[in-house]
């Protein structure tokens, strides 16, 4: 039996991943456990959770894998100042230091770290370095249903790379070609981000929801100025406009006199008619330059399917558009497309890349086992962490539980839904969700403002049977991971009037639109997650319920967390959670909690415990 522990840190979203003869054992991101959102130190509590998930030690580890390689990040660092000497000296001197005292000791670091999980630890030899944008692609190519595939990797930066190219045919994976910063998609898109008053790293969420409320009328003075496609595919940006190379913001002032605003201040400035069509042009330009990628490599590779990596791979605007367009007849995208993939990536990379071990393949399906690879609680350590939070609880049998949630659903409440293994990567998929009745006009906002705590334009998802997403949506194939955001189904809609019609931005969120308008966006389209018996046969079966009682085969789905705060990992996570928001249902496996009957003195104060991300 040989192990391969994965570890991504340092950057962001640090994570752990852990593979036994190749498969999957476990995953996680380290912020799950700190609860520090987007935690990028070293993940000593998910390396932990893989190694007791699979009974091992840190020593019986046959190889350690780092998902990139830090000589060659400082090397682009060096190079990057020297480029633009003596501009960018505040930036490379708080770089520098940094640099010196850790980054470029990280395996010694690390091993130190090691020596932390067990005194015993001798490295001899198992630790290896990936490379960035080679962990993306081995986390989007191996755990694919393909045999053959092309393999695009698009984010901010890694080493040098920004975007890559790879081919994978069975076990072997090679990178073909690569665009190096600084001309990046990721960066671009971020630079907008900044731009419009959201955090870079974690706004890049909010600019896609709020581009459906504006138009693209800036479109061409971005593919004018700013961007250059080219017809291979790769395209160049314009540094003059930016600030990311040099400075401590993403853009500049040339920037802000070519679209004539200042940058807004979060804090300080409402969101305007001006920000929702920055966010729908820098969404349109997104999705033009991935499709001019994707054609071009169609054109070159004539292979039939696309695998897709890195955070601008979370677009799954992009990605429904993507897979409308039949560039590719078919395409899979890593769940964790982000940095916490990496240490999955690396983990894959080197058993099978490196120790050249053979894939074991199913026709169909892929190898993420649903992404539910994070912990799971017994009833036992459900109910003793429960009770030592202070919670009163009843515990139902398993049909007397789904009916019970079903009907809460079914009666407009918002429902915390704790159960099984949590999710690998930024999207809960029914392990640790909040849940609500679609159907419902006012369930948007009510989760938004009250249990989310988040702005109100923010959409969310639906959790649909699969065998019955074709009924509802424009799409008929599995899309497990939330990846792809599709229409609402003609015959599902209602015809706004011309009064509504004429409405604009943030106005509109009001209007029904559909049979379903907690799960229906401006534009009619949704982020569709196709619930599977096989991955998680109690959220479909409690899915089937729900449809069995009022006809409507989907639930609302959002993560179970309020803005800032990672999604719960612990039934005590969610407890306290639930005793902070309006939710006024907690089920924690068999465990069933009322509002109500909670003790009043244990109400925390979510609104102003996390800071906004």
Known sequence: MS?????????????????????????AQEERFTRKKHDAGYPRRAIDYCLAEAGIGIGDCDHIVFYEKPFLKFERLLETYLAFAPRGLTSFSRAIPVWLREKLFLKDMMIGEFKLHDPAYRDEGRLKFSEHHFSHAASAFYPSPFEEAVVLTLDGVGEWA?????????????????????????????????????????????LMGLAPYGEPKYRDKIL?????????????????????????????????????????????????????????SIQEVTEEIVLNIARALRRQYDIPNLCLAGGVALNCVANGK?????????????PAAGDAGGSLGAALALWHS????????????????????????TQDEIESQLTEAGARFRVLGEDELIDHVAGALADGKAVGWFQGRMEFGPRALGGRSILGDPRSPTMQKLLNLKVKYRESFR???????????????????????MALVAGLRKDRRRDMTDEEQALFGIDKLNVVRSSIPAVTHVDYSARIQTVHEDTNPRYHALISRFKALTGCPLVVNTSFNVRGEPIVCMPGDAFHCFMGTGIELLICGNAVLEKADQVAALTEDYRNKYQPD
Request: proline content about 4%; some cysteine; overall charge negative.
């Open 3 to 27: 192990w391969v522990l994965g570890i991504a840190a340092y950057y962001h979203d640090s994570s752990a991943a852990l593979l036994r003869d190749g498969e999957i054992v476990a995953a």
């Open 162 to 206: 920004t975007s890559t190219v790879a081919i994978g045919r069975g076990r072997e994976l090679e990178i073909v070609k690569e665009m190096r910063f600084p001309h990046s998609l990721g960066l671009l898109y971020s630079a907008v981000t900044y731009y419009t008053g959201f955090r870079v790293n974690s706004g890049e969420y909010k």
């Open 224 to 280: 004018e100025n700013i961007v250059c496609l080219k017809e291979d595919g790769s395209f160049w940006l314009d540094q003059s406009y930016f600030n990311y190379c040099t400075g401590l913001t993403m853009t500049n002032d040339k920037f802000a006199r070519l679209f004539g605003q200042a940058p807004r201040k979060a804090d300080q400035e409402p969101l305007t008619r001006f920000h929702m069509d920055m966010a729908r």
């Open 322 to 334: 993507l897979l409308r367009e039949k560039i590719f007849d078919d395409i899979w995208v890593q």
């Open 354 to 377: 490196e120790l050249g071990h053979q894939r074991r393949m199913e026709p169909g399906r892929d190898r993420m086992r649903g992404a539910y690879l994070g912990p799971e609680f």
């Open 459 to 481: 959409p969310f998802a639906p959790s649909v049977l699969r065998e019955d997403v074709a009924e509802w949506f424009m799409l008929d194939r599995d899309s497990p991971y």
